[in-house]
């Protein structure tokens, strides 16, 4: 016990008070930019208190002291060492147009195998169907694929179905696009299950889609089968694909497969990307959405098949090159190139 | 790791070593206030739900399709955006988790950032399982920073962040004008080398707590210590006579405080 308290805290009370100020004030406003001398002032502060806190440690137990510099120190420690890549502000389109479809490519092997698992369901369910066509009460939970395909195409190219939705096109658009982000975002929550949950998720998923197409096809409605889900499934397929992407990296992350980092360390290296992963996801089903609510569950001879087969081609090929080559920095450099090779001749 | 193992290796404070070789520890919330914050929260989610109703009510006059696609879009948005809003621009804050003194923070005592912020609450829907977040509630229990899927997966903890004030230590001892317990400077001496920091820390929040203590229980909590540091180093009994136990006690705590 030898640190006069009450002279210490006489002495130092004022430049606590000075760093609680600045902190406060940052903490109100986190993208007020600071003057070099107030960084320099911040960072003696905080070492000042850091020196304080440690003399208190040694000298003295008196403990309201030491929890009031400890929470001091380290309200300064998290605003000194913290990520400072959050002051600089979000951009949408930027992120939208680069960050996403970059995150995309870097990942793509994750997604490569997010793919495989579907498509391994879509041929198991296939498979069922068309070895035993009673087990589509199982494999379809949906009531209104429980029936035979053609009633069905001949009912909705009767207009039927578009009859009711012409009183509800919105609020089934709403639905569709919370209940899709819903299962996205499911999909990727099970990643923690190390990737067991997605795994899962995407193959049931794939089983259920094989044996749909099968059901139709043997019942020879392809035509309508593909009118009906080429126009939105071009992009919801792909989005609960990419889902499944970011599931398997943080399944990835938990499970570390040899790497040398710590679990912790893995997860926050991937943590940021699949959060874009998955806002991408929940853009892209907003357009899955509207399309599935203002346009597939329209049929012939409404809408011909052959225009919404085209309309769903072209959103795939569409899709295909925004993740292939949006953002790509050489594609930028040669285009700019492109352009200033043209204006200089021009001149 | 067998449970019991797990729940041992369980602490109650995030100690963080900074780069200048301070120490300082960030007190882990337990589950229960947790619980309690979640349960505020859920009740301004419902209050919050109700005043979306009343306003797709006045929206279903001009149309009942749009009124009800708004009402979904709006639930979605407010159930999953929550806590990602609030948390960010209140430092890991919602309403729960600051009417309990709650704070979302990282792991390392770092400022959250946002991807951090929407990957925890993103793995609600897999904390949640079965049902109220039981799969949650179990791997808090389990964890050693008392994490649920989405902290583990986002690195953060969920610390208790009172806004701690500097201690008026000059009330204690900025009327304690004359000490007779000064006149013996070798005395004073010993009973420094004797007194252990907790017991000067003990003497010091007791009477910084005085008024807060009822009078005969203060009258035999200053005797009990009184007695105790007598014990330790014995002063000339004509120096101590007229003197209370508490103003003994605020003497001793004067001589270790002070030069």
Redesign the interface.
């Known amino acids: 016990m030898i640190i006069d308290l009450q002279k210490f805290i006489v002495a130092e009370q004022p430049f606590w008070s000075e760093l609680e100020r600045v902190l406060t004030r940052q903490e109100q406003d986190p993208y007020r930019r600071m003057s070099f001398d107030e960084i320099g002032r911040l960072h003696y502060l905080y070492q000042r208190a850091s020196a304080d806190l440690a003399k208190i440690n040694t000298y003295s137990s008196e403990r309201a002291m030491r929890d009031y510099l400890e929470a001091l120190v380290g309200r300064a420690y998290s605003f000194i060492y913290g990520a400072r890549q959050e002051t600089v502000r979000f951009k949408p389109w930027r992120w939208f147009w680069r960050t996403f479809p970059s995150t995309f490519r870097r990942h793509r092997r994750a997604f490569a195998l997010s793919l495989a698992v579907m498509l391994t369901g879509a041929i198991f369910g296939a498979a069922a169907i068309v070895i035993d066509p009673e087990a589509k009460a199982v494999l379809m939970p949906f009531e209104h694929l429980q029936g035979d395909p053609s009633e069905r195409v001949a009912k909705e190219e009767r207009g039927a179905n578009e009859k009711h939705l012409t009183q509800g096109k919105s609020t089934f658009s709403a639905f569709l696009m919370t209940h899709n982000t819903r299962v996205s975002v499911f999909v990727l929550a099970l990643g923690m299950t190390w990737g067991i949950g997605t795994v899962l998720l995407l193959f049931t998923n794939g089983v259920m889609l094989g044996a749909v197409a099968a059901d139709y096809i043997r019942a020879g409605e392809s035509a309508f089968l593909v009118g009906w889900l080429l126009p939105h499934g071009a992009v919801e397929i792909p989005s609960i694909l990419v889902a499944g992407q970011a599931g398997l990296l943080l399944a990835a992350a938990l499970i570390g497969g040899g790497a040398a980092k710590p679990m912790g360390e893995r997860l926050r290296a991937v943590v940021p990307d699949v959060v874009t992963l998955i806002s991408g996801v929940a853009v892209m089903l907003v357009w899955a959405g509207l399309v599935e609510a203002f346009f597939s569950q329209y049929h012939q001879p409404t809408i011909p098949y052959a225009v919404k087969i085209a309309f769903g081609v072209v959103e795939l090929m569409l899709l295909v090159l925004f993740l292939r080559y949006s953002g790509r920095r050489e594609i930028g450099l040669a285009m700019r190139r492109r352009l200033r090779g043209r204006w200089s001749k021009s001149r | 790791m067998n449970p019991e193992a797990a729940f041992s290796a369980r602490t109650h404070a995030r100690t963080?070593r900074?780069?200048?070789?301070?120490?300082?520890?960030?007190p882990l919330a337990g589950p229960v206030s947790r619980c309690l914050a979640w349960l505020i929260d859920a009740l301004c989610l419902v209050a919050f739900a109700q005043t979306i109703q009343v306003a797709a009510a006045l929206l279903g006059i001009v149309?009942r399709?749009?009124s009800?696609?708004?009402t979904?879009?709006l639930?979605?948005i407010f159930f999953?955006g929550y806590a990602m809003a609030l948390e960010w621009y209140w430092?890991g804050q919602t309403i729960g988790k600051r009417i309990l003194g709650l704070r979302v923070?990282?792991?390392r005592?770092?400022?959250l950032?946002?991807?951090?912020i929407?990957?925890r609450n993103?793995?609600?829907?897999?904390d949640s399982l079965p049902a109220v977040y039981l799969l949650g509630g179990v791997v808090c229990l389990a964890s050693r920073y008392a994490q649920r899927?989405g902290d583990?997966?986002?690195?953060t903890i969920v610390v208790r962040s009172t806004?701690?004030?500097?201690?008026r230590?000059?009330t204690v001892?900025?009327d304690n004008r004359y000490n007779s317990l000064r006149a013996y400077p070798h005395l004073a001496a010993r009973l420094?080398q004797q007194?252990t920091?907790?017991e000067?820390?003990t003497a010091?929040?007791a009477l910084?707590r005085r008024d807060d203590l009822d009078p005969e229980g203060r009258v035999e909590l200053f005797a009990t210590m009184a007695r105790h540091f007598k014990s330790k180093v014995v002063y000339p009994e004509e120096d101590l006579a007229g003197i209370s136990d508490e103003q003994y006690v605020r003497d001793v705590v004067d001589l270790?405080?002070?030069?």
Not at chain 2, 122 to 126: D, G, I, Q, S, T
Not at chain 2, 152 to 155: H, V
Not at chain 2, 256 to 259: G, I, M, S, T, W
Request: aromatic fraction near 6%; avoid cysteine.
């Open positions: 963080i900074t780069p200048e070789g301070v120490r300082f520890s960030l149309s399709d749009l009800q696609a708004v979904i879009l639930y979605f999953l430092n923070m990282d792991v005592g770092l400022r950032r946002p991807s951090q929407i990957i993103l793995l609600r829907a897999v899927l583990l997966a986002a690195n806004r701690v004030t500097a201690p230590i000059d001892l900025a420094r007194v920091p907790i000067a820390d010091l929040q910084l270790l405080f002070r030069r």
